[in-house]
């Protein structure tokens, strides 16, 4: 009997990393078991180099900035940025969050779009060199998250926390020509809405950029149309926000002036479309009789997405420019903030993805460059 397939008597993990949060846990349930801030925290002159130590000298998800840690990103707008940081991340999700022996269990990796083609062997490389894994898989994010909502056909549009992306899926294949990128999402919005606060007289510090995060969560909503909403009676839009020392903030039209940086970048100083605009364009360069069923099957996903007003808005703008008369539907499930992992969970539960599995053993004789054959 092969002893690699061992794996498949335990349950899979499905991991899914961004750049705000990292989202874990098992195969087969309806929602990650952790979800926890994609950050490492670090005592100035400690070693980075314990690879299963239990002596804890650095903190993980748990966003402490204080003076004498340094706090590490492991991934910038959706792209692992620092491997060390990561494996730690990650190490803290197996034996502490999940609390189980990678060794055991195969583990599917969500991929997002843009990523350079060596990170996905370097993901393999710390999965199996690193944590033993016997099998994973690297799935695309795009194509998850089309699975979450029951779907192998639509248009993913995904705002997290370091990226929005519009990317067409069609029968379960991403269309990579036709994805495309903006650099703003939420930590944007985190920064906007606290630039906005500043201007009318309440100043965060970078420090205090969870609470300008819980703001946001809070108070902000995407207008349907910002022109009548400028317009609308200020008392319609005013909104108390309790801050954490007990004092009391009164937002206004900042809470719709945030989330539309999303549709008009300009506004940053970003000199790229808005992300309804960035649709269409993913939309033209689709296949012509694929495109009305992708514009009718339009998924949100992402934590951005959950904004009230923000599927309403983006359906709005998207009539705007589609021919008249042609039917847009957007979708926005109650899971949309876990759409990939959810995805993933659904897809490793399927006798026909059995087979998909990359092994370490193959790893081993093949090399790291298999992750290309093999995952797409």
């Known amino acids: 009997e092969d002893r690699g397939d061992d794996f498949k008597q335990t349950v899979a993990i499905v991991l899914d990393s961004g750049s705000g949060y990292t989202k874990a846990g098992f195969s087969g349930d309806e929602r990650p078991q952790t979800m926890i801030k994609s950050s490492t925290g670090m005592f100035i002159g400690s070693r980075w180099n314990t690879k299963k130590s239990e002596e804890l000298d650095y903190y993980i998800g ?24 990561l494996e730690k991340l990650w190490h803290h999700v197996f034996y502490h969050e999940l609390q189980v022996c990678p060794e055991e269990h195969g583990i599917l990796v969500t991929d997002p779009p843009y990523t350079p083609s060596t990170n996905r062997e370097k993901t393999a490389e710390v999965l199996f060199e690193g944590f033993e894994v016997p099998a994973i898989y690297l799935a695309p994010q795009s194509v998850l998250s ?7 056909t639509g248009l993913v549009v995904d705002s997290g926390s370091g990226c929005t992306y519009v990317s ?3 029968n379960g294949y991403c269309l990579p020509h036709a994805t495309s990128r903006l650099d703003l999402a939420g930590q944007a919005l985190n920064e906007h809405l606290s630039k906005l606060a500043a201007e009318a007289g309440h100043c965060f510090s970078s420090k205090e950029i969870s609470i300008v995060q819980d703001m946001k969560e809070k108070c902000c909503y995407v207008s349907e149309d910002l022109g009548e909403e400028l ?6 839009y005013l909104m108390d926000y309790l801050l954490p020392d007990g004092n009391t903030i009164t937002l206004g039209s900042q809470r719709f002036l945030c989330p539309e940086i999303l549709f008009c970048p300009s506004t940053v100083g970003v000199s790229q479309p808005g992300m309804h605009i960035m649709a269409m364009n993913s939309l033209k360069k689709c296949a012509t009789e694929h495109q009305a069923v992708m514009m009718k099957n339009v998924a949100t996903c992402g934590g951005s997405a959950l904004l009230p007003g923000f599927s309403e808005r983006l359906k709005m703008e998207m009539l705007k420019l589609v021919p008249q008369g042609s039917p ?15 995805g993933g969970s659904i897809i490793t539960c399927l006798s026909s993805f ?4 990359v092994k370490k053993q193959e790893y081993m004789e093949r090399g790291p460059t298999i992750m290309h054959s093999k995952c797409y």
């Not at 089309?146 to 192998?152: K, N, V």
């Not at 317009?231 to 319609?236: A, K, L």
Request: hydrophobic fraction near 35%.
């Open 354 to 357: 059995q087979s998909m599995w």
């Open 168 to 170: 067409p899926v069609y």
């Open 328 to 342: 847009v539907a957007v979708l926005s499930g109650p899971h949309r903030q876990f759409s990939s992992w959810v």
């Open 62 to 85: 748990h966003n402490i900035p204080r003076k004498d840690l340094v706090m590490k990103k492991p991934i910038t707008h959706g792209i692992v940025t620092d491997w060390d940081a």
């Open 231 to 236: 317009r609308s009676e200020e008392q319609g």
């Open 146 to 152: 089309i699975y979450s909502y029951g779907r192998l």
